[in-house]
């Protein structure tokens, strides 16, 4: 979307906020899904890497767009290469980093959302049309739009302690000094958030 549209690509590298929460909507879904699902990658042969646990999704998905989205990575975007596919491949390095971290084993064979490179390479749909792939990215649109209304009811705290910890992907220790907060009182707000939003979310059957 941002090699279409000039006036979106100006204020995505002077980084307007409206402007990258208009790039993070378009894309979070797709990365959300490679994130859990897993993916092939030809990096030597057919490899299958596999998807993060569900509490680990948000996590990479969020570093993703912190190394996207950070001053240098929107400076050096051209305008031209169409962008999706420099998500993914930031994604794609992620993901092999944490299981080469974790000493798991790359398993080969075919799974999850199919051949990523070739969606890199060619800017290539992945492979979606499985129903189980139609009904995780179902969910997480039902996921993202539930929170929007969660996020409505924070207090100004709250809203702020989000913002830094999910947006702009700051560690607790950099939260609490651009709040001038303690680190304690940071973790304690964050885990009222938790623990608040997964009531909310299975009040509406979206959680178990």
């Known amino acids: 979307m941002l090699e279409d549209d000039r006036e979106l690509l100006d204020g995505f590298r002077r980084g307007e906020r409206a402007a990258l929460a208009r790039v993070y909507e378009a894309y979070v879904g797709e990365l959300e899904l490679v994130a859990r699902r897993g993916f092939v990658t030809g990096m030597q042969a057919e ?39 420099y998500l993914l491949r930031i994604l794609k390095n992620l993901m092999i980093d944490r299981v080469r971290k974790q000493s798991r084993e790359v398993a080969e064979g075919e799974d999850g959302v199919g051949d990523i490179d070739a969606a890199i390479d060619r800017n290539e749909a992945l492979r979606l049309d499985a129903p189980m792939l139609q009904d995780e990215a179902l969910r997480w649109k039902r996921l993202r739009e539930a929170y929007g209304e969660y996020e409505k009811d924070l207090d100004a705290e709250q809203r702020e302690l989000v913002r830094l910890r999910y947006e702009e992907g700051m560690s607790q220790r950099d939260a609490a000094d651009a709040m001038g907060a303690t680190r304690r009182r940071v973790r304690t707000v964050e885990e009222r958030i938790r623990t608040s939003l997964a009531g909310f979310l299975k009040q509406r059957n979206l959680m178990e």
């Open 47 to 85: 490899f299958r890497v596999p998807g993060a646990p569900s509490e680990d999704v948000r996590d990479i998905v969020q570093e993703t767009f912190v190394r996207a989205f950070g001053p240098k990575a929107r400076d050096g975007y051209d305008g031209l290469r169409p962008y999706r596919p």
